[in-house]
């Protein structure tokens, strides 16, 4: 049975202590609000992203973090991960374009999460945040995507 997600916009705000559960809890907190709002073909996507980002800020910050999720118009979801780290890494510290951003071979110590956000989500950024708390805040749009792209050509 097919759910229809509502149009009245909502947003989410989910506020995640330095601790190594935060993305587990992020993800289960993702898992509910698109399941109970009628976006359960954005899930899987979704959660893996949200994973990836919010690791990278338990593992490169040493503060809270906080996760957004808000719907858009169009179906679309915006999710964002604020944290204490000043620091934009890669790819988010550049415009998106076309060609991804590899890490070098031999770096072993990770960078493939935020690719993964690159080549999934359909826009993704990054920005400093100099009032308030400081740090930094990374964002990736998903959108559902239209029936004719999951058509087999008879």
């Known amino acids: 049975m097919a759910t229809v997600s509502s149009p009245e916009p909502w947003a989410y705000a989910l506020h995640l202590p330095h601790h190594p559960r935060a993305p587990r809890v992020a993800r289960m907190t993702l898992r509910a609000v698109l399941g109970g709002h009628g976006m359960g073909e954005l899930i899987d996507t979704a959660e893996l992203l949200t994973s990836e980002v919010v690791t990278n800020s338990y593992r490169h910050s040493d503060g809270p973090s906080s996760l957004?999720?808000?719907?858009?118009?169009?179906g679309r979801l915006r999710v964002s991960v604020w944290d204490t780290n000043p620091v934009i890494p890669a790819p988010f510290d550049k415009p998106p374009t076309l060609l991804p951003f590899l890490p070098e071979?031999?770096?072993s110590t990770?960078?493939?999460?935020l690719l993964l956000v690159q080549l999934c989500a359909d826009s993704w950024g990054g920005f400093s945040v100099g009032a308030g708390l400081g740090?930094?805040?990374?964002?990736f749009e998903l959108g559902r995507r239209p029936e004719a792209e999951f058509a087999f050509a008879a």
């Open 110 to 113: 990770g960078g493939r999460g």
């Open 105 to 107: 071979p031999d770096d």
């Open 68 to 74: 957004r999720m808000r719907s858009m118009r169009e």
């Open 135 to 139: 740090g930094k805040l990374l964002w």
